[in-house]
């Protein structure tokens, strides 16, 4: 999904597509770049037009946890929030896939708001997936292992980058599990063996 006007919410909405692309800054950006780290003042929301964003929240510890991605078509629904009672961001979000977005202004954000309900719209039906993004984020810590997390992180890339072949290292599946990469390793090992994945450097296929 590359254009705005493909949005569910904003088809039935010409002038808000128009003002959205009027009002927004278009920026592209390379896998691994940071859109908005943690603790940042939050002038303005990103709409993923193109490409793919991961949300993470570090610990006070140091370690990362991956909270949910956002894909073309959808906004950090953090962003809203924090930037509408103007709070510093929780959250760090970093280019998963090559990323062009389009970022609105705080103050369009809440105009919009206003005069178009299906801005509105927009932002409650990204509320609502965020909340259940969350929901099995929790369902996972709680009550699945660890090596369960891993493979059905490992599917997720698979789904979101359509290639069954993920460039990435043990460490950067430990930090968005939250977990050691020792650990990931290990597990990494055990599923290879098992024959559900194949192990190259800094490649991971799954079979």
Same mark, same amino acid.
């Given at each position: ?121 927009? #932002? ?12 099995? #984020?929790?369902?996972? #810590? ?66």
């Amino acid at each position: 999904m590359e254009q705005l006007e493909q949005i569910t919410e904003f088809k039935s909405s010409p002038e808000l597509v128009e003002q959205l692309y009027e009002n927004g800054i278009r920026k592209e950006y390379k896998t691994g770049s940071i859109i908005l780290d943690e603790n940042a003042s939050i002038r303005s929301i990103h709409i993923v037009t193109k490409g793919t964003l991961k949300v993470i929240r570090t610990e006070e510890d140091g370690r990362e946890i991956l909270l949910y991605y956002i894909k073309a078509g959808e906004s950090c629904i953090m962003s809203f929030l924090g930037g509408m009672h103007h709070e510093t961001s929780k959250v760090k979000a970093e280019v998963e896939e090559d990323a062009e977005i389009l970022f609105l202004p705080m103050d369009k954000v809440s105009l919009f708001i206003k005069e178009y309900p299906q801005w509105l719209d927009y #932002i409650f039906r990204l509320y609502h997936k965020r909340f259940e993004d969350l929901l099995e #984020i929790v369902n996972a #810590i709680t009550f699945k292992k660890t090596d369960e997390r891993l493979l059905s992180l490992l599917r997720k890339k698979r789904e979101l980058t359509g290639n069954k072949t993920l460039s990435l290292t043990h460490e950067q599946l430990a930090n968005e599990l939250g977990t050691a990469r020792v650990v990931v390793s290990r597990l990494l090992k055990q599923l290879e063996e098992n024959g559900v994945v194949q192990l190259g450097r800094n490649k991971i296929t799954l079979m």
